[in-house]
């Protein structure tokens, strides 16, 4: 069976059926050609010049007298009782799924003057066209769409020729718009062109009416038609896949056949415009000629196993070949072949010349290989996404307990998931390390209006300490071999000296904070680093005195363990809690950099102990809760060691299963014995501390 045959029994074939026909993007490995005979009339049937006649994949043209023929590939045959409704079950159903699926689609109606283009196209008040059609079908399939998918549509039309470009949507729009290049996103854009956001088809129809009614008086204006567009820019966005969105295009390109003008008489501006299509038509067959050869050189060059390489580098390296005018600028993508194109050309039988010269140009764009991708770009919240996982990737291993202060990376990733939920949710936070940062590099050049305080900025050494109103200064360092070993302070100053908000970095040190008389003081956050190769790392945040860790405030240590709490001179004082790297914590009263006072230590495993500690050691009363084993051991502690005291079964242990319940004490009077040992430890931290006065042990011995 000829594929004419086929069409012929399955061109009243059901419309549901078609709809539901999966995708076969095999099939779009190469530009798709659609081929429509003009009807005639009954009067014109006699005047035919040329036949065509389906030989399976190809067709044959040949003089009605003749035997033989030329031959030429096809994808697609109309005869000329085929109706719009064949079209569009054929072609126009096609580009919709492939819309559906995510790829950019082209229609490009193709062939000489006075063959059927617009009638196909456009069609009439009885049978509507192809755009019409196509358009609908879309806007059904996206308005029937799962509740995950939401799309948005975006419409703009022009008419070009081979050096104008003007917008059909906007008539009092005179300016000849341009062609740029997307180099971000790919592909091209024309600046300046009218875009309409589109909900529905019926507000599609009447903007495209609209554009149609806008070019009929253009055209008249300059005795001309020029070439006609319709474009449709899709954006679809997944629910379930946030990070990313998917940007595609259906473009229905109305070429306007060459036309012979200067046999009809045409001159000044007419035959201007008419000259110009006629040169973007010719532009347009070299280039797509260009392409087919510059495939075959390729692929001719290509070792056997880079042929696949070739293939995908054949769209970028056909991109110069469209540059020589804006009509093939605009047809960059289905020309190259990133887009999936159908050239839907229209031949009258009345003109051998002209159809052939048609299918042989057609024949060249069957060749250009065809590689489709979606374009998908990456959502603001798959930015963030992104972040997130390479500073998840960074994230140390931590046994500390809950409740801990977060390390930078720590609060990075805190940041982002904060961030990434509230884009999912549609809620703007702000960016609080943007806002840092803008608040360094904005200060005021001084804290004061006073300008006694403000001595200008000298270009001296000696003088420099006392710049006044420049914000920046360069510290000579002793020793210092290169200028990337400066030491930089960025911030407020006072009479000379760094005093307000300001930045100082170092080799290996940065403070960023509030100074005073030329010292840290106030609020400020420290950071660290081996060597200049090294990131900075944060160790300290909280208050200074006099250049030293005073108030409150958190340090991370370099071996993992973070104390948050109170400094006194630089070292933990009064109430403070250490997170300890093995997990465990240590919460209550410090001095001297020490755990002193009272205290809870708090073990990974759930157990804990309360009681008194001295320098850094449990000393004194306790208690030791072993939650694991539901027991309880009250005594008193030396030198980190239990010296005296009872172990019992705690109220809540009701078997075995945690540990052996404890049997009864057989002592007398174990308070008496216990009273004893009591002393005993006493008089030992007396003739330690050399003194025969009570300690402070003694006097809450009794706790």
Request: aromatic share 8%; glycine share 8%.
């Amino acid at each position: 069976y000829s594929f004419c045959t086929l069409l012929e029994v399955g061109r009243r074939g059901s419309h549901l059926n078609k709809m539901s026909q999966p995708l076969r993007l095999e099939e779009w490995d190469h530009m798709k050609i659609a081929i429509r005979e003009k009807p005639l009339s009954d009067s014109e049937k006699s005047k035919v010049q040329v036949m065509l006649k389906v030989d399976a994949d190809q067709i044959i043209a040949f003089y009605p007298e003749s035997k033989e023929g030329l031959l030429f590939n096809y994808d697609y045959f109309f005869p000329e009782d085929s109706t719009q409704m064949d079209l569009f079950q054929t072609v126009g159903m096609e580009v919709v799924e492939l819309i559906m699926n995510g790829y950019s689609a082209c229609i490009l109606a193709y062939g000489p003057a006075a063959t059927g283009k617009t009638h196909t196209f456009f069609g009439s008040d009885q049978e509507p066209g192809i755009i019409q059609m196509t358009t609908k079908e879309l806007l059904h399939r996206i308005e029937t769409s799962p509740p995950n998918l939401q799309f948005r549509v975006k419409l703009s039309y022009w008419e070009m020729s081979n050096t104008e470009i003007r917008d059909a949507l906007c008539i009092e729009n005179t300016a000849n718009l341009c062609v740029r290049k997307n180099k971000e996103a790919g592909g091209i854009y024309i600046p300046g062109l009218t875009e309409l956001d589109i909900t529905s088809w019926n507000e599609l129809d009447d903007y495209i009416m609209h554009g149609n009614i806008n070019r009929i008086k253009m055209a008249a204006q300059r005795g001309a038609r020029w070439h006609g567009f319709v474009l449709l820019k899709i954006t679809i966005e997944d629910s379930d896949r946030p990070n990313h969105v998917i940007y595609n295009t259906l473009t229905f390109g109305h070429l306007k056949g060459a036309d012979r003008i200067g046999q009809h008489g045409a001159n000044g501006e007419v035959l201007r415009h008419g000259s110009s299509i006629n040169q973007s038509m010719s532009i347009l067959g070299s280039a797509m000629l260009h392409a087919v050869e510059l495939r075959r050189r390729k692929l001719a060059e290509a070792n056997p196993e880079d042929v696949d390489k070739i293939q995908e580098k054949l769209p970028q390296l056909s991109e110069s070949l469209f540059t020589e005018s804006k009509l093939t600028q605009v047809l960059t993508g289905p020309l190259c072949g990133t887009v999936a194109t159908v050239m839907l050309s229209t031949v009258s039988t009345l003109n051998y010349h002209e159809t052939t010269d048609t299918l042989e140009n057609l024949q060249n764009a069957w060749q250009i290989a065809t590689t489709l991708k979606r374009n998908i770009r990456i959502t603001e919240a798959g930015r963030v996404w992104k972040d997130l996982q390479k500073a998840e990737a960074k994230l140390p291993q931590s046994n500390l307990a809950l409740g801990h202060p977060l390390t930078e990376i720590e609060e990075e990733v805190r940041r982002l998931q904060d961030k990434y939920a509230a884009l999912l949710s549609g809620e703007v936070i702000p960016d609080q390390a943007e806002e840092s940062r803008a608040n360094i590099d904005n200060l005021p050049s001084a804290v004061e209006t006073d300008k006694r305080h403000h001595q200008k900025w000298k270009q001296n050494v000696i003088a420099s300490k006392i710049h006044g109103t420049r914000n920046k200064i360069y510290v000579p360092t002793k020793g210092q071999s290169s200028a990337k070993e400066c030491n930089t302070y960025k911030g407020q100053w006072k009479a000379g000296l760094k005093d307000g908000w300001g930045e100082q970095i170092t080799k290996l040190t940065k403070f960023e904070g509030e100074w005073k008389e030329g010292m840290r003081d106030g609020k400020g956050v420290l950071w660290k680093r081996k060597d200049e190769k090294q990131e900075w790392v944060r160790i300290y945040k909280g208050e200074w005195r006099r250049d030293k860790r005073h108030g409150r405030g958190i340090f991370w240590y370099e071996n993992g363990d973070v104390y948050e709490g109170y400094f006194e001179d630089g070292m933990r004082a009064a109430v403070g809690k250490i997170f300890l790297a093995n997990g465990d914590k240590i919460e209550g009263q410090w001095k001297w950099d020490m755990v002193e006072g009272w205290a809870t230590h708090y073990l990974k495993n759930g157990d804990r102990f309360e009681g008194h500690w001295r320098q850094g050691m449990k000393e004194g009363p306790g208690a030791f809760f072993f939650h694991s084993k539901k027991q309880l051991y009250k005594g008193e502690w030396s030198k980190d060691v239990a010296r005296s005291g009872s172990l019992e079964d705690m109220p809540s242990k009701v078997s075995n299963e945690s540990s052996r319940f404890l049997p009864r004490v057989e002592v007398l009077n174990p308070k008496e014995i216990l009273a004893k040992e009591k002393e005993k430890l006493a008089a030992k931290r007396r003739l330690a501390e050399g003194s025969e006065e009570p300690t402070i042990l003694q006097e809450i011995a009794s706790y």
